[in-house]
């Protein structure tokens, strides 16, 4: 994850010439004065409907227009003096490709202390649907990519260490206290790095090429120290043909539109149906990491009120997500060309069945 003080610069909507979609923000003022803005696509079709609904519940734990006071009601800090939750908000457009769009959504958030976050999401335009590494890759390819990173950013904090680096301007500290705890910082990251499954790494779609990004070696306490920042790695579409999925290779390289990925391996998406053919819901996954633990939510229509999920994945490629209870109740999912089916069920209750589109 990104990390980024907001500058001023973002407070205006960047926009491009050619764009598939047109974006307009949703604006607030907090009591204490913090200003708030998020990304509304105005464009009315299902692909502009999945990318709005996918993005609230993510980033504001709420539906498209179900909101009481304000859209950022359930994520800022609570009362007019409150000081502890998300303190700002603000988002930029990276690329508005026909096949794909790409932003950036930048917030400050206060717990213990301070701290700036930048995350870029990236949709398929012709679905709504957010775009996963692991969609846009073979595992072969996934496997090559994970490596290729992970030796750039060993040998960049390795030439960081040893004074090798071409940035003259980038070495140890000259305080001796300082080059100490740079020293710790950078050696203690180092196995981090090389075993990086790209899981927590930021994907940015640009117009021709892809970037991966990975948060600074330096914990909150000790990142003035951190030189070197966070690590920044990208290469063109074209460089990457050959790692590619057939959904990546159309998609970034061939250019195509109505590119359709493989939903066997569906990681992140909204879905809509009903439970037990009588309750409408609209489920959101939000990320599958390497290790096949996914993260999400629900809402029912009625009532629009965000559920956590956590789950994992199954040998089988089925889904099982737990809510946070109570009580608790599970969701066992199967996917297919059709979307997701299963059951739902809650402690002690019988399962109810699920069908989502």
């Not at 609904?53 to 227009?65: H, N």
């Not at 996954?285 to 993260?295: A, P, R, Y």
């Not at 608790?328 to 399962?351: C, D, N």
Request: charged content about 25%; hydrophobic content about 35%; aromatic content about 10%.
């Amino acid at each position: 994850m990104k990390y980024l003080i907001l500058p001023s610069l973002l407070l205006a909507l960047a926009t491009s010439a050619s764009a598939a979609f047109h974006v307009e923000p949703i604006k607030a003022t907090h009591p204490n004065g913090s200003e708030y803005r998020f990304p509304l696509l105005t464009d009315k079709n299902e692909a502009a409907a999945n990318i709005n609904t996918w993005l609230q519940a993510v980033s504001l734990q709420k539906l498209p227009g179900r909101y009481g006071k304000s859209a950022f009601e359930d994520i800022w800090p609570e009362g007019d003096d409150g000081w502890q939750g998300v303190t700002s908000m603000d988002f930029q457009l990276v690329s508005d490709e026909p096949g794909y769009l790409s932003m950036d959504i930048a917030y400050e958030y206060m717990s213990a202390y301070p701290s700036q976050h930048t995350t870029t999401y990236n949709f398929d335009a012709h679905t709504g649907q957010p775009i996963q590494l692991r969609d846009l890759f073979t595992p072969d390819g996934q496997q090559w990519l994970r490596l290729q990173a992970s030796q750039a950013r060993v040998k960049r904090i390795e030439g960081f260490l040893t004074g090798n680096l071409p940035e003259k301007d980038l070495r140890l500290r000259s305080d001796p206290e300082e080059a100490q705890e740079q020293k710790h910082i950078y050696e203690n990251c180092l196995p981090y790095v090389r075993d990086d499954d790209l899981s927590y790494n930021d994907l940015v779609l640009g117009k021709d090429a892809l970037t991966l990004v990975r948060e600074l070696c330096a914990p909150h306490v000790v990142q003035a120290l951190d030189d070197l920042g966070e690590y920044s790695n990208s290469w063109k579409y074209t460089e990457l043909t050959r790692y590619l999925s057939d959904y990546g290779r159309c998609l970034l390289v061939e250019k195509h539109t109505d590119c359709a990925p493989d939903p066997a391996r569906l990681s992140a998406g909204v879905s809509r149906g009903k439970l037990d053919g009588r309750y409408p819901i609209i489920l959101v996954l939000e990320n599958e990491n390497s290790d096949g633990t996914v993260s999400g939510a629900y809402f029912y229509e009625k009532y629009a009120r965000y559920i956590s999920l956590s789950g994992k994945r199954d040998a089988q490629g089925n889904l099982v997500l737990r809510e946070a209870g109570p009580p608790p109740a599970l969701f066992s999912l199967t996917p297919s060309a059709s979307g997701l089916s299963g059951t739902w069920q809650q402690e002690g209750q019988k399962s109810l069945p699920i069908d989502l589109h």
